[in-house]
């Protein structure tokens, strides 16, 4: 492949004729080391549109501003099980969309489209473990007597479901990763493993979903049975503790849409229009992503708890620890008042 003679007829604004480009083409069977814009058409790309600068550089910019707001926070708040649930979710979320900014100068490019597929697939499972150790916090701030499950199985079984989504979408990731250009049957077992850890993902979260309304009508119809600490009481009674609620439900849902589409969306192919659809990438994907983390930043539980992150936190040891840790928390917070 003569490279420099295709740098000395692109730079003259010549056009290869078909001989030209098919023996260009005929030395190698990945398009992204011959093509180009002004060359190939766009069909030949790994994405069949170039994806938008000014989208992706938006998405990367924000990604960047939430990462460093989470850090200030974690370090404020101590939170670092839900922190880093969201620093791995928002790093991958970075690459991710770095690599589609790589995209949009050359959607021809192998490695760059990598970095998109694999990281902007694999992040939201990081998110979602760091909304799923949120419900037992939450169950322990109700009480968990009117709880079908004790807090830490909450968190066992969802962090633990997240974790076989996340080592099946890296698993799939990487297979796809390691396959040339010309490998398709090797790719596509790659891509079929990444869908497999979606789709358990989307079935997480939707358990996830069904078992937390069932836990709110608990709380509901039993007003009588709710954890009486005085301190407790007045978290659940105040506006930052609804917010807090409403903005990790709208969090769960934006993942939970997210993942379905993007299920759909391997599961067609990539020669799909679903998949060549950026208007719908960058809705369903970037928005839907965005949505998520700033609802999960904003609505910080370091801030929300009102000071009880640490107290409603579980080991394996220790339950009646607990109980009269939290006793003596609200004890010096009514002695303060």
Not at 159 to 166: N, T
Not at 224 to 240: A, G, I, V, W
């Amino acid at each position: 492949m003569d490279m420099a003679f295709l740098s000395r007829k692109t730079e003259k604004g010549n056009k290869l004729n078909s001989h030209s480009i098919f023996a260009i083409m005929s030395n190698s069977t990945d398009p992204s080391d011959y093509c180009t814009l002004d060359i190939c058409p766009i069909t030949e790309a790994y994405v069949y549109y170039v994806p938008s600068l000014a989208g992706n550089a938006f998405y990367l910019a924000l990604f960047v501003v939430l990462l460093a707001a989470q850090a200030v926070l974690v370090v404020r708040y101590r939170t670092w099980g839900y922190f880093a649930g969201l620093f791995g979710g928002l790093v991958l979320e970075i690459i991710g969309y770095l690599g589609r900014i790589q995209l949009h100068n050359n959607p021809f490019r192998f490695d760059p489209y990598l970095e998109y597929l694999i990281c902007l697939t694999i992040g939201p499972a990081f998110l979602s473990a760091s909304i799923y150790i949120c419900l037992g916090r939450i169950v322990t701030i109700y009480g968990e007597s009117i709880s079908r499950l004790r807090p830490k199985i909450y968190t066992i079984v969802f962090v633990g479901c997240d974790l076989v989504s996340l080592i099946l979408q890296a698993a799939g990731g990487a297979i796809t990763s390691i396959a040339d250009a010309d490998q398709y049957d090797l790719a596509q077992d790659g891509i079929n493993i990444m869908i497999a850890g979606l789709a358990s993902q989307v079935a997480s979260l939707a358990l996830f979903m069904v078992l937390c309304l069932d836990f709110a009508w608990k709380v509901i119809k039993n007003p009588q049975d709710l954890n009486p600490d005085t301190r407790m009481r007045e978290l659940r009674q105040s506006l930052r503790w609804k917010a807090f609620l409403a903005g990790l439900a709208l969090a769960t849902l934006t993942i939970f849409m997210r993942s379905v589409f993007r299920v759909a969306e391997l599961n067609e192919g990539f020669h799909s229009s679903l998949a060549n659809n950026q208007v719908l990438f960058m809705i369903l994907e970037g928005a839907m992503i965005a949505i998520a983390v700033i609802c999960m930043t904003i609505l910080h539980p370091g801030f929300c708890f009102d000071g009880l992150w640490d107290q409603t936190k579980w080991s394996f040891r220790r339950s009646r620890d607990c109980e009269m840790q939290l006793i003596e928390v609200s004890a010096e917070h009514e002695a303060k008042a």
